[in-house]
């Protein structure tokens, strides 16, 4: 069906690119070997600095989020170096298994697919460990298959109780530009994340911010590598060029993106996140549906996963609600398949987008015969009115108990 | 302040152009004398019947809409020709204003901005009418300042009853493209129209569909004119160019807005704009305001004028949803300015679009103070999932009962 | 034939639009009654105020060109006024007749097409004029159709030696933007041009820039008129907005023009344009053809209108150059229709994009069997090599020896 | 300095982004795993058949070629394996680096970077392979740092003549989509390319094509890999999907540059290219200056290395040529530093804009003190009246004598 109007893009990433963006990937390509080229090099080098808040370096790869998982793992572990992951989700489990296949020997703490990291349990896991076999830590820290945040933080503040000098990992791919995150101040060593989310750019990108430690690991240890390697990039980066052709008209989106999160403000942009939640989950809780996220100090600020009532399809709903209302939902991942849809509500969404987003749901859920209480998206409307109520997520769950 | 996300531009005119529509208008210039304009010249031509409902040729100009009104007073009527008005609002009096500054007296039946044309007073003027002065009934189909459609299927017939041979000229301004318009079924003599309203382009555009009949009457009377006249551009146009330099990049943005309104198809598009009026008139009930519009057979498919409780400012709640809600609704105008907001649903509105608008305005009812009942949002969205209830606005109002 | 590449636009106008002109008017649609609105409208109409080198108001139709002589006209003449006008070529004489059929009455000073303005005779006519009958001096400063650019300043001083009161209105239709133009020093009323020459923009936008002494004429004396009408536009203007719906994306492309123009600076804009000229004309005389215009002081940077050798058809060598060559060249207008091909070198043009123009010419000339000397090319690579040789047209052309 | 008119971008890619494809990349991003994505993926992959000449698979990675020449590796590659190598200059010799990195033994065919691949010594160093130890003929199709084009059907033959087992692999980075290539004809088993030179997009896609034998191969061998891992991409590309995010928005400029291919025909391409290069030899041979190729049968149809005189410094000439025609040039890379310039005229490069460009050099040699000859320029536009002189390149050089 030809439809009119704009589409409703309300997965958890890609999200909307904004006009500002999408005039600027569509700008001329230049010499990337020029004078021209490398000032832009250095905007977003810097700009990149900025946006994982650290002094330290950020390299920029041509690809997506997955490779700059790679990169993070080729570049500090060598192959039957042992690691502590935590099953958070889907994504967790995928970067799991990739650090497998490269040969690397994962600690996988188990987990409900319903909560965050559980720092008590990386405590007891590194404290275990004598012989300081585990080289890395590595956490995601918005698992986009479930709308949980983990507390960084409190993983940060776990390593160091424990004394433990492994690496800290983090996979910031859906919390970079929408949820508070601050590479320096927590410590983390290697930050991945890449630019269809927060950022709000196409697919294109991936990200290492890279800590003087993981640096040096870098230089004694890893995996054969060379498109990765981290040290091939910071050479030429410190002088605003890469050391292959770059993705040009991406990093012109990347320029422009950083500029917006400068413009509105890294504190608004966390904000307008949280609000823009807490309004979602006010419509969930009013349908009567139920939230997958079960720790209200990690509800997501970037998406909510919603699930469906017992016999019912969460498929069948986003394809009704694909047709009737031209939205895209996330679908549920793996093992949540069918059980689950997840609402996103990040990069450049407002308020509005937002109200017609859950107007799409909420349609959708009648149409597709779903039992719910109609209303959600009053419920949503009364939370925007007043926000800041109790339930709202904090930027940072937990920030202010822990730190 | 700095916003993320998109404005929503709700007001009645321009209407949000299309992604497809600005990619267009962006590309190269071309030679507006070689083969490859001739072959736009023909299709933006020719599409133009299509979408004007009529085998008669129509003009287009680089000019407003008020440029295309002054082209059918000067291609049609001398300095003292006698016209028929109605004062359906602000758009049919300016029309009024301009047709008296260029030399034409203007019998102006008046109104109270809340109804349409009354067709059985047309019959009345020119049935009284003995000596034929009366060279031409000019009205407004949809009235953008008051929400308010005429029905021109009416106005033909009281001319017919009559035996009057007055042209019959009709402002489609912000009716073409949204509303189901019949220049040819009609029998109208000059449609004027153009090009940011239902055709989702940028302002730039003017059209005037021209009977034959008209055209008889350019070539013996009309006022004094040159950029305007219709001979001058019928013979270039017929081999798909024009007399002056075309307003190319626009007409790249018209060539794309044909075609959509084709891929979509003419019936969809009208109905679609119905649904969503239906919607919004159920959410301004809903809040307890009042609609401008009094008949129910007028209620317009493009906008919905409501008028504010007595005591508050229309233009303050503008400014208010403004600020908080990154949304620019339509001002009262003239008389009724501060007294009616008015809200555009046309272009390319889509029902989550809409929806996100109606919270916008429920939102801002809200925030600034004005009395209302919260959920107007949920009876639009009620309305939505079972459209076709009975007081939905028919597309030509009144047609089956006059046809 | 589908061809690779860029086509290359090098008729006098519209000139290529630069990319950065493309993006901004490919640009979302605003409300053109908001805020965002009124400081776009600030920045365009002084920015127009920096280009025609006036403090006096200009105002902006969404319109061709011909639109805004059309205005000049009926804001300041009324029927039966008599006007001065000097028939330069085509232009001038299409801007003759249209004052004829607005019931002016036109003296028209003959011309052989090869020439510009000759301010001797002006100042006879008006000196002749005891009656001072003549309400207006009307001239082409940059005549398309030719390639002469005419001495305002020594019109302007005709006018002022016979003590003349009549206004002086000019076209500056292709010349603003790309020749040196100075509508207060010159003391000229009204200048007209529009947005597709040296502007770089799309057509669809015309100006007027109006002196005290125009604004004044137009109170008392004009043609009735109403989309024109001057003081309709400078009220609303004063605050930014504009009476009828203004052409808003042509507007983002006009601001981005003038900020470009700023960028490279006037001077430097003018400077390039008769160095480009100057290397069409050293081509053209390497190749053994004629350059139209006859006067050296008066050889237009804009464009250079080259004559066929006798028997030769120049529409045949345009086909030739746009199969071939994928470039467009001006045709020969009117009388000079297949006599003349015109080479724009306007706007964005810059010394390569000339030399390939250049190039493309020369090809054509060998493909049609046009008789020539070939090394048209390397004439003008010379010329580029070492600029500023004696014959270069001077920007304002004799202002040195007049002012 | 402010430059006016459009930059000259005449490296050997990235090469200039038509306006089509700019506007497709700068389109709003879509779901990629909904059904629009689907019809996405299933035409682009299809697309790159048609490119590569293939009825295999080509797998499309968000990466540079640089990534896709580590994809070709870790998949049919295991540590220790022995590979034939060519050393036709610096890419050869780049890959050959990433290579020997990545843990393979490297027999490298040393050159003097002035030669394609001789096949003779592949052939010889393959029958000495008793043991059929090399795992892999490794070499560049068109080595971009000197601009020779090497013959792959020659050595198709000589692993044939040889009877050897050995995968061929090509990077064909800088000849597919302007060179003829053929995947299927060749025997190819690996094909690398990548989406900023024929293929007229910006960088950010690489590409492999898959013969079913190097599939085999990477079943059974191959180095550790997981984002390069051809059978994780295979299986999800058949529905027309991707196993992680891929980079939308390049893929729909992918699909539209495929279109541009196909409309202008492949063979027109081609041609297309040898003409150009041929006119720019003749410029270069006039100029008295040397082209680096000493084979006239392996000229590069893509890009033209040209060797300074002794004592002249190629950087400072490029530096001179960016300033005077805001043009930019390839440098000399590695041992050719400062010592050679190249002149892309590749993917959408035309007979004009080729003047243009090589005029720009005239210009520069001119300006920066090179001994040369004036008049290449017009050497290379006789050429373009005459093409098909004897030392024109063939598309695939010396195919005719081989095959």
């Known amino acids: 069906m030809i439809r009119s109007g704009q589409h409703f893009l309300q997965i958890p990433g890609p999200s909307p690119i904004p006009e500002r963006i999408l005039r600027a990937i569509g700008t001329q390509v230049i010499d990337h070997r020029g004078p021209k080229f490398q000032n832009l090099g250095h905007e977003v080098l810097e700009g990149c600095q900025f946006a994982f808040k650290t002094a330290a370096p950020v390299v920029i790869y041509p690809s997506s989020g997955t490779g700059a998982w790679e990169a993070a793992i080729v570049n500090t572990l060598s192959a039957g170096d042992k690691v502590l992951m935590v099953e958070t989700g889907h994504f967790a489990t995928l970067w799991r298994q990739m650090a497998a296949r490269l040969g690397v020997d994962v600690e996988f703490i188990s987990g409900d697919w319903r909560h965050g990291v559980d720092a008590a349990r990386i405590n007891e896991s590194l404290s275990a460990d004598r012989a300081k076999a585990i080289k890395a830590v590595m956490v995601v820290h918005n698992e986009t298959s479930t709308g949980v945040t983990s507390d960084i933080a409190a993983v940060r503040q776990a390593i160091d109780q424990a004394a433990h000098p492994a690496l800290l990992m983090v996979d910031a791919i859906s919390s970079l530009g929408s949820i508070d995150y601050r590479h320096d101040d927590w410590g983390v060593d290697v930050t991945v994340s890449c630019s269809q989310k927060g950022l709000m750019l196409p697919p294109g990108l991936g990200f290492n911010a890279i800590s003087a430690k993981a640096q040096a690991a870098s230089r004694s240890n890893g995996l054969r590598r060379s498109y990765w390697d981290w040290n091939e990039m910071l050479k030429p980066n410190s002088s605003g060029f890469f050391p292959y052709t770059p993705a040009t008209n991406l990093l012109y989106g990347l320029r422009e993106a950083l500029a917006m999160l400068r413009e509105e403000g890294l504190d608004a ?135």
């Not at 987003?357 to 149409?367: F, P």
């Open 269 to 403: 942009v966390f904000a307008r996140h949280k609000r823009l939640a807490a309004a979602t989950r006010a419509a969930v809780r009013a349908w009567g549906l139920e939230i997958l996220c079960l720790n209200p100090e990690e509800y997501s600020p970037v998406l909510t996963a919603v699930l469906m009532p017992e016999g019912y399809d969460a498929d069948q709903l986003r394809k009704v609600v694909l047709d009737i209302g031209d939205m895209s939902l996330g679908a549920g991942l793996a093992q949540l398949t069918g059980k689950v849809f997840r609402i996103g509500h990040l990069g450049g969404c407002s308020e509005l987008t937002l109200m017609g987003a859950l107007s799409g749901v909420e349609l959708g859920l009648a149409a597709a015969g779903i039992p719910h209480r109609p209303g959600g998206i009053l419920a949503a409307l009364e939370e925007l009115k007043t926000p800041g109520k109790p339930d709202a997520c904090p930027a940072v769950p937990g920030t202010s108990a822990h730190a």
